[in-house]
């Protein structure tokens, strides 16, 4: 099997989406990945449990793709070994009446995680650069002061968000959050044959939404605000990731891949040691227990 190396994905200079591959081949069977996958999986959740204990870091994974590119069944094969306690999913879908009441990241930043825990966003703060962006009709539902129509959105409008959403994340990073970002690089032609597996596949047919075809019509769009928002994002402590999306398996296996290898950064997440005193009473305590 080919070796995955986190950094073969990482952005740190400024990139084209149309150069970036949506499929890799790690010269393995999709069994063995499965079963690498497993390992790591593995590996994830004992540094999980170790970090919970630990309590000085949170970790926040966000996962932005196009509709069919597997964020949802990623995200459930990637942490189902986790301890429930220690991992939160949180989905950002349309911004309901109370988050409304409140500006764009709001809703994003109360979900953030406790320290010694995981938060994964499928789907995150970035839809506010990205379908807002696609469709700026959204942003009049903000309730922004000087705004009531498309046509009072500034020019410097999206590039100011991007702005803010560096300062947002470097907040985070400089109060022990550990931030990861993942595109999940599709191509248009393997969104199509998901599409038409949705379809003719009587058992899936309920993923399926005409608005999906509505999306797919806006695809240069999404690529061209996806590409400039990783490009103004991705910063060393805040990195985007590009995932090569087209097959499912693979994905998951360099999403894990790429947590393990940066987690193993930080090298002070460690176990808490006990306390001088207890550890000096530690046969006394389980004399204790064995006579009663």
């Known amino acids: 099997m080919e070796k995955i190396n986190a950094d073969d994905y990482r952005i740190s200079a400024k990139i084209s989406l149309k150069d970036r591959p949506t499929k890799v081949d790690l010269q393995a069977t999709e069994a063995q990945i ?27 994974t966000c996962f932005q793709g196009m509709d069919t590119s597997g964020k949802d069944s990623l995200i459930r094969e990637v942490f189902r070994d986790f301890n429930p306690r220690g991992v939160v999913v949180q989905t950002f879908k349309t911004p309901n009446s109370a988050e409304l009441e409140h500006d764009y990241l709001w809703r994003h930043y109360v979900a953030l995680p406790e320290r010694g825990k995981f938060a994964v966003f499928n789907r995150s703060h970035y839809e506010n650069v990205l379908i807002s962006r696609v469709h ?65 596949e009587e058992k899936h047919n309920w993923k399926f939404s005409p608005d ?22 991705s ?3 805040t990195p985007w990731f590009i995932v090569p ?45 064995e006579e009663k």
Not at 146 to 153: H, K, P, R, V
């Open 34 to 60: 499965e079963k690498k996958l497993a390992k790591v999986r593995g590996k994830l959740s004992a540094m999980q449990d170790v970090m919970y204990a630990y309590k000085k870091y949170a970790v926040l």
């Open 136 to 200: 700026p009709e959204y942003v009049l539902h903000e309730n922004i002061p000087g705004i009531e129509a498309i046509e009072d959105i500034p020019k410097n409008f999206w590039k100011k968000r991007l702005e803010e959403i560096n300062h947002f994340e470097e907040h985070l990073v400089n109060n022990g959050t550990i931030v990861l970002k993942f595109f999940l690089h599709l191509s248009k032609e393997e969104q199509r044959e998901r599409l038409l597996r949705r379809l003719e």
């Open 212 to 233: 999906d075809l509505k999306e797919r019509e806006c695809w240069e769009a999404y690529q061209e605000f996806y590409e400039e928002a990783i490009n103004a994002t």
């Open 235 to 237: 910063g060393q402590e």
């Open 245 to 289: 999306a087209d097959d499912k398996a693979t994905a998951r296996l360099i999403v894990a891949k790429i947590i393990r290898q940066e987690m193993k950064k930080y090298h002070d997440i460690k176990e808490p040691e006990l306390s001088e005193e207890i550890q000096e009473r530690i046969r006394f305590y389980k004399k204790q227990l």
